[in-house]
């Protein structure tokens, strides 16, 4: 899972995604899947299923939003002490610019901003033939204390 060189962004002590598979049960419910944590991005994977699509058989809007933060709450997490701090969800954005039907859809975080209360992830969500379908914009807060 992880993919890195010694420049990566990362803070020291999250040398072990084990515990980032398992963060919420929204994830599971949607069939979320963490693919990749490179130097300075998080990949997700998401289904377009029964699950994730509206009435109009197509990927619901909020599905990507919920892919786009759990994408970006790994990686504001995986910037920070996690004995210390962690990472909870202030903003998202998000424009939907082409719908899917079917297939997976995929997420990819990159780092906008990495500063002391607060960082800012830019969220790009493509289909299986790399297509964007909506990109977000996704701050998170960084909070004292342990995660419980």
């Known amino acids: 899972m992880f993919n890195l060189s010694e ?3 990362w803070h020291s002590s999250n040398n072990n ?20 944590i490179g130097d300075d991005f998080v990949t997700t ?5 029964d699950r994730t699509k509206q ?28 004995s210390k701090f ?8 998000a424009n939907h610019i ?9 997420a990819k975080a990159t780092a906008l901003h990495i500063g002391k209360s607060t960082s800012v992830w830019n969220i790009d969500i493509t289909d299986e033939n790399n297509k ?3 990109f977000c914009r ?7 204390g342990e995660r419980e």
């Open 7 to 9: 420049d990566n962004i």
């Open 17 to 36: 995604a084990d515990k980032y598979p398992d963060m919420v049960a929204m994830d599971k419910h949607l069939g979320i899947e963490l693919l990749e």
């Open 45 to 49: 994977k998401m289904p377009v299923s």
């Open 55 to 82: 009435p109009f058989s197509i990927l619901h809007g909020g599905a990507s939003c919920v892919l786009a933060e759990t994408t970006g709450s790994i990686a504001a997490n995986l910037v920070l002490d996690n």
């Open 86 to 93: 962690y990472a909870v969800g202030l903003e998202i954005n």
């Open 98 to 106: 082409t719908s899917v039907s079917n297939g997976s859809v995929y």
């Open 132 to 134: 964007r379908i909506c």
């Open 138 to 144: 996704f701050t998170a807060m960084n909070k004292e």
